[in-house]
């Protein structure tokens, strides 16, 4: 399984951007669908986005699509999140996921590998 480690910046104010980022190591990487899914306080972890093995194809949770950016580059084995106007209720803990069956999905057990998770908080 590939291991996966998550970066970023962890606060930000309502109304403003952040970029997390999530290096893959272990396996070959452009083999892998890769995803993020987030973790709020009172809830279950929840999908957020995901992308196919060469970039072309991405899926979105509805609410989000059009504020938040899922990229990956295959040469540096990694996968971005950027995230634009930010909410307070974007206050969770993000985690990278990777499968290789389909990038296609919005559920957790489809996924085989998982980050330590980064908490994001978004405040004033």
């Known amino acids: 399984q590939v291991h996966l480690v998550e970066s970023g910046e962890q606060w930000a104010q309502p109304g403003t951007s952040l970029r997390l980022s999530c290096a893959a190591s272990?396996?070959?990487?452009?083999?892998?669908?890769m995803g993020w899914f987030r973790r709020t306080p009172d809830k279950l972890r929840d999908f957020v986005a995901s992308?196919?093995?060469?970039?072309?194809?991405?899926y979105y949770l509805y609410s989000l699509k059009g504020r938040f950016t899922i990229s990956r580059n295959n040469s540096a084995n990694m996968v971005y999140l950027q995230m634009n106007a930010l909410e307070p209720e974007d206050t969770a803990v993000y985690y990278c996921?990777?499968?290789?069956?389909?990038?296609?999905?919005?559920?957790?057990?489809?996924?085989?590998?998982w980050g330590q998770g980064i908490q994001v908080t978004v405040s004033s």
């Open positions: 996921a990777a499968n290789r069956r389909t990038y296609y999905t919005l559920e957790e057990r489809d996924y085989d590998s």
């Open positions: 272990g396996g070959t990487f452009s083999d892998y669908y």
């Open positions: 992308i196919s093995r060469n970039g072309d194809d991405t």
